[in-house]
Structures are given as structure tokens and as C-alpha cells.
């Protein structure tokens, strides 16, 4: 996926809102530019008018209005400074906030796709390139530009034949300059690239570090990460390599005119056709003149790097969300009912099957008990519901009502969902509780706790509700944080409920407590529970088994058993783990 407009001129539209500021940018520039353009000219005069004809009334005019210009120029350069990194910053945050909501925005396929490293890279590695071009670099090219021209400008009018001495080199610097832009360019692509694979291990090592020591794989991690960040600082040398084998070009090119203008303007002050002080003043803005074309390889190399980093944040920002649904439709009151019909899907084109012709009928308030082997559909099967996927052809009705067109904002409020992996976030277990609720009650909280066994563990904590949990709840146990996700869902209130193997990853105790408080959150909703321990599901109103995506099998946990089926077989295969 490409921008859909030039990058530059993307990133422009960003600061265009700040054209006030701006203004008040470009009236610095002129302070600061034409108080540097003065000083050469202030050094003529003191030659010519101090030095050789011993005129001490300008030296004291002189002095002072060199200590003003400095004055002038370090405060409009203060003000400049500041200015342009609020518009800078400003900019910046406003593209960070766009892509985190473009982020919470997109469909659960793009993160299937995208590596969480990789997100987190451009999110951060990739805006601070930015960062510095708003912050800096715009500044310098700015500033260079007029100091150039204006250094030029004085330089034809005082003496056009030196002038084109250094006009004579320019096409040579600019080809340099434009050859290495372009490598530059590609290096630069390749360098953001591999610290997005970098940014990857690290967050994967980090994320999944009780997994990493559980298997003894902290070596493999580390030689994973040895490899990627070997392969990062191989391309960002060829980075530097690029960088520092343009710049001594550029001034060896910029040093032959420099070298011809000095030579053959110190010939002319010799032969009486330049003064002494105009000739010092011509070698300075000479000076002025070449330090803007030192300088435009790196600020070269910058809008590049710029121009790679803005490709990547604007490849999130022009992902395809989820479409709007043109006559949505709006549930009066919501039951329950849920209906597949001839639902098949895969989750990439090209990709096998994950379901294949699942005809369901579901009434308020049944349970649902979806059972299989590792791999078979349930979880696809159950994901389909709040529309964190689509069918790929057939339909999923709620009460009759096609969920296509209920937009998936409001269809995920009737939803509640209760996962294996339970994930808390950084801040206390109230909080957590009602993450799902706009301003509840601590009442509220408190009952949601004490339904799902929460709340008397959760006053043994430090402080209590308030105690703030460590980063996913890693102060708590397994048990414990399945039970607060548990009282969320309760809070939330939801007409259909989600089981996804809640129970898998607990010790026998914690199961009992976080059984108990699943049948109590199951009563009067319509509840769909993918079943690790096959014990836990013979009350529900049907079970279903998958095979390869599709439902082989299903009915009440005794007609199953009677069935010399995959559901027979799963269910005597746990039965002989459980007596052994």
C-alpha cells in the first residue's frame, strides 16, 4: 500500500493550521537573517573606514551595532526557535492522534496482519524522524535559503564575475547532492524497516517474557535479537556510509570555488580594483553563501529520512476500515437470538477454509457449548458474532435482524466477552472492573465482584478496589484476574456472552470459584462457551462439535455420548487423562 498523495505535501497539511504562527515564523526570519547579512557588512566598513582611514567615530557606531545585531539575532532566533517547534510539535501530536485512532479504529483483520513491533515502531521510531524535521531542519532550510540568496544577491551586484566562479561548481554539487538523496532514500527505507523488526523481538521478548523463561528459551531470544540488531546496524552504517562519504564531497566541490574566488579577488584588491574591506566582505558572504550548501546534504538526508517515516505512518492512516453501513439498523430491544446461515469464512483470501456451511440456530437465553480439537473453528466460530470478523458468504442474524447492518459499535455492547487470556490494564482493579461502563456505581462494582467470587480476594489486596495492578495484572494470579474479567462482563451487563476456554489455565481451585461464577453470569443471556474441561458443559442446551470448520456434530451431552462421535471420543479421551 502506497500514500495517497506525495508524503510532503501530506505533512504540510498538518502545519497549514498554523499559518498565523507561521507569519510570525517568517518576521523572525527576516531579524535573523538580515541581522546576519549585516555583519559582513559592518566588517567592511570597519576595514575601510577604521582600520585604513583611522575614522574612530565608526569604530564606536561599529561596536554598537554589532552588539545589537547579535542581540536582535539571538532573540528572534529565541523566538523562531520556539515557534517552529509549537507548529513542529503540534503537527507531531497531531499525527500521533490520529494514527493511535486510526488504530482503535481498524478491523481485527489488519492486526492479524501487522506485527505488534511493527506498529509500535512507527508509532514511535518513525514520528520522532518527523519530529526532528518539524523541530529543526525546516528551520535550517529556511534560514539557508534566504541567507543564500540574499548572500548571492549582494555578491553579483558587488562583483558578477567572481559571483559565477561559484555558480561555475554548482551543477556538479547539485548532481551530488541529488545522487545521494536518492540512495539516501533507499537506505533509509531499509534502516526504518529493520528497526521495525527490532522494535518486534524486543516487544515479543519482553511481552512474552513468562513464556520465554517457562522453556528455558532466553538464549534463542537473545540470538533472535542478536541477529535483528546486527542486521539494523549493518543499515544504518550503510546510513552513515551515505551521510558522511556526501558531506567532505560536497565541500571538496564547494572548497574549488571557494579556493578560485579568493584567489582571483585577492588578485583584484592587489591590482587596486576591490577595497580591502569589500573584498573581506565578498569572502563573507562567500562564507554565508557556502555554509547553507555545506549544510543541504544533511538537511537533504533528514527530508529523506522524513520522506520514508511518513511513507510508513501513512500506510497505517490509509488502511481500510471497517465500511459504514449505509441504512444501519437500530435493535428497539435486543433477546438474544442468534441465527448462522450457510456461514463459510477465511480469514485471508487464498487461505484454507476456518469455517464451512455452519447452519445454527440459537433462542435467548440457551447455552451453547462449542467443543473440537486445537484448530478446528470454535474460536473463528464465536469471533464472528461481534463482528470482529465478517462471514465470507452466508449471514449471522441477531433476532432476526442481518448483523451487517447493525453497526458494530452498538453490536459489541450487547456483547460480553470472557477469554483465556485475560487481559487487565495499567491501573487499579476498579477501574478494570468497570472498564466496560460509563460511570458505575461503586455499588455496582462491588456486586459485579461478589458475583463472579472477586470480592474477597480483592479486599485482601493493599488498597483494596484502589490497589493499582502491575502492567496485564502481573500481581495477580491466574485465577484472580480471570475473576475480575469475570466481574467486568457482569457489570457490563450483556444479552450475549462469550466463554472462550475461561477455565483452561487455572488450578482446580481457582476453577471451581470461576465455574461458579460463570453459570451465575450465564442465567437469562444467551451464552456461547468454548469448553477446554468437556465436564463443564453437560447442562448446556446443545452442544456443538467442529471438525476442520464445519459442525459434525450436535445436540444434549447425552444424545452426543450415545453417537459413536468426535464428541464421544473427546470426551472419553479427557475421562481417561482424569482417572489416570
Known amino acids: 500500500m502506497t500514500p495517497k498523495t506525495n508524503p510532503y505535501k501530506r505533512l504540510f497539511s498538518y502545519v497549514l493550521p498554523y499559518w498565523k504562527t507561521i507569519l510570525l515564523v517568517l518576521v523572525c526570519t527576516i531579524f535573523v537573517n538580515g541581522a546576519t547579512l549585516a555583519l559582513p557588512l559592518l566588517i567592511r566598513d570597519l576595514l575601510n573606514k577604521v582600520l585604513l582611514k583611522k575614522e574612530l567615530f565608526y569604530l564606536d557606531i561599529i561596536v554598537i551595532s554589532v552588539l545589537v545585531l547579535v542581540a536582535v539575532k539571538g532573540f528572534f532566533t529565541y523566538c523562531q526557535g520556539y515557534l517552529m517547534n509549537f507548529i513542529g510539535y503540534s503537527s507531531i501530536k497531531k499525527i500521533r492522534e490520529e494514527t493511535f485512532i486510526k488504530l482503535q479504529h481498524l478491523p481485527m483483520s489488519f492486526f492479524e496482519t501487522w506485527k505488534s513491533g511493527e506498529i509500535f515502531s512507527r508509532l514511535t521510531n518513525d514520528v520522532a524522524v518527523l519530529t526532528n524535521i518539524f523541530s529543526s531542519t525546516i528551520v535550517f532550510l529556511v534560514n539557508d535559503t534566504l541567507v543564500l540568496i540574499g548572500a548571492l544577491s549582494w555578491m553579483f551586484w558587488k562583483n558578477p564575475w567572481l559571483t559565477l566562479l561559484i555558480f561555475a561548481i554548482s551543477p556538479a554539487i547539485g548532481f551530488a547532492v541529488v545522487k545521494f538523496g536518492k540512495w539516501m532514500n533507499q537506505v533509509t527505507a531499509k534502516t526504518q524497516a529493520k528497526i521495525a523488526e527490532l522494535s518486534h523481538v524486543m516487544f515479543e521478548g519482553i511481552l512474552g517474557i513468562h513464556v520465554v523463561k517457562s522453556y528455558g528459551r532466553e538464549e534463542k531470544e537473545i540470538q533472535k535479537f542478536k541477529a535483528k540488531n546486527e542486521e539494523y546496524f549493518t543499515w544504518s552504517m550503510k546510513s552513515t556510509q551515505v551521510s558522511f562519504t556526501q558531506l567532505p564531497l560536497v565541500e571538496f566541490l564547494t572548497s574549488i570555488g571557494i579556493a578560485s574566488v579568493v584567489y582571483f579577488g585577492g588578485y583584484e584588491v592587489i591590482q587596486g580594483k576591490f577595497t580591502l574591506g569589500g573584498m573581506f566582505a565578498f569572502w563573507g558572504y562567500m562564507v554565508l553563501a557556502t555554509n547553507p550548501i555545506f549544510r543541504l546534504s544533511s538537511n537533504i538526508t533528514n527530508l529523506q529520512r522524513a520522506n520514508a517515516a511518513a511513507k510508513r505512518i501513512f500506510e497505517i492512516l490509509d488502511s481500510e476500515e471497517e465500511p459504514e453501513i ?255
Open 326 to 580: 449505509p441504512n444501519p439498523v437500530i435493535p428497539q430491544e435486543v433477546h438474544g437470538e442468534i441465527k448462522f446461515s450457510n456461514v463459510w469464512f477465511k480469514y485471508k483470501p487464498g487461505e484454507n477454509w476456518a469455517l464451512k456451511e455452519v447452519n445454527l440456530s440459537v433462542k435467548p437465553g440457551q447455552i451453547i457449548a462449542v467443543v473440537g480439537p486445537s484448530g478446528a473453528g470454535k474460536t473463528s466460530l464465536v469471533e464472528l458474532i461481534p463482528k470482529f470478523y465478517k462471514p465470507t458468504h452466508g449471514k449471522i442474524t441477531l433476532d432476526g435482524v442481518d448483523i451487517s447492518q447493525i453497526p458494530s459499535t452498538l453490536l459489541r455492547s450487547y456483547v460480553g466477552i470472557v477469554a483465556q487470556e485475560t487481559f487487565l490494564f495499567a491501573g487499579t482493579v476498579k477501574e478494570n472492573i468497570a472498564y466496560g461502563v460509563s460511570n458505575p456505581l461503586f455499588e455496582e462494582i462491588i456486586q459485579a465482584a461478589k458475583t463472579a467470587n472477586a470480592h474477597e480476594f480483592i479486599l485482601k489486596l493493599k488498597n483494596g478496589y484502589d490497589t493499582v495492578l502491575g502492567e496485564r495484572g502481573v500481581n495477580l494470579s491466574v485465577g484472580q484476574r480471570q475473576r475480575i474479567s469475570i466481574a467486568r462482563a457482569v457489570l457490563r451487563n450483556p444479552k450475549i456472552l462469550i466463554l472462550d476456554e475461561a477455565t483452561s489455565s487455572v488450578d482446580t481451585e481457582s476453577e471451581a470459584l470461576i465455574q461458579e461464577a460463570l453459570e451465575r453470569l450465564m442465567v437469562g443471556r444467551t451464552s456461547f462457551v468454548i469448553a477446554h474441561r468437556l465436564s463443564t458443559i453437560r447442562n448446556a442446551n446443545q452442544i456443538i462439535a467442529i471438525q476442520d470448520g464445519k459442525i459434525v456434530q450436535a445436540g444434549s451431552h447425552q444424545d452426543l455420548l450415545a453417537q459413536a462421535g468426535l464428541y464421544s471420543r473427546l470426551y472419553s479421551a479427557q475421562s481417561q487423562v482424569v482417572e489416570a
